[in-house]
Nanobody, 117 residues
Framework: QVQLVESGGGLVQPGGTLRLSCAAS????????MQWHRQAPGKERELVAD????????HYADSVKGRFTISRDNAKNMVYLQMNSLKPEDTALYYC??????????WGQGTQVTVSS
C-alpha cells in the first residue's frame, strides 16, 4: 500500500538547521510532484514547498523562501526539506504529500519541528 514516512524533526534553537526526509513506497514515485506542508497549532495547513516529478522545478512559500530547500532522489524514492535559519514561527507539524493534478492525494503522518531556545 501507499506509504509516506517522514523523519528528521526535532527541537532546534532559533537560527539552527534541520533536514526532513520522507520515504515513499507503494506508488510510482517519479511520476508524482511532491510537496511539504506544515500545520501549526490553531492555524491552517500551509504549503511550504513543492518539487516537480523530475526535479526540474521548485516553488516555495514566501515565508520560507531563501531558507528552505526541497529536493528529491527518485532512485531512492525520497524527498527532503533542508531547513536553515529556523525561526520560532517555523514550529509546526511537517507533512510530505504526493501531488496529482494539482492536489495532494497521498499524505504522511507528519514529523514535529519545534524551534525554541
Amino acid at each position: 500500500q501507499v506509504q509516506l514516512v517522514e523523519s528528521g524533526g526535532g527541537l532546534v534553537q532559533p537560527g539552527g538547521t534541520l533536514r526532513l526526509s520522507c520515504a515513499a513506497s507503494g506508488f510510482t514515485f517519479d511520476r508524482y510532484p511532491m510537496q511539504w506542508h506544515r500545520q501549526a497549532p490553531g492555524k491552517e495547513r500551509e504549503l511550504v514547498a513543492d518539487i516537480s516529478s523530475l526535479a526540474h522545478g521548485t516553488h516555495y512559500a514566501d515565508s520560507v523562501k531563501g531558507r528552505f530547500t526541497i529536493s528529491r532522489d527518485n532512485a531512492k524514492n525520497m524527498v527532503y526539506l533542508q531547513m536553515n535559519s529556523l525561526k520560532p514561527e517555523d514550529t509546526a507539524l511537517y507533512y510530505c504529500a504526493a501531488d496529482k493534478y494539482g492536489r495532494p492525494v497521498y499524505w504522511g503522518q507528519g514529523t514535529q519541528v519545534t524551534v525554541s531556545s
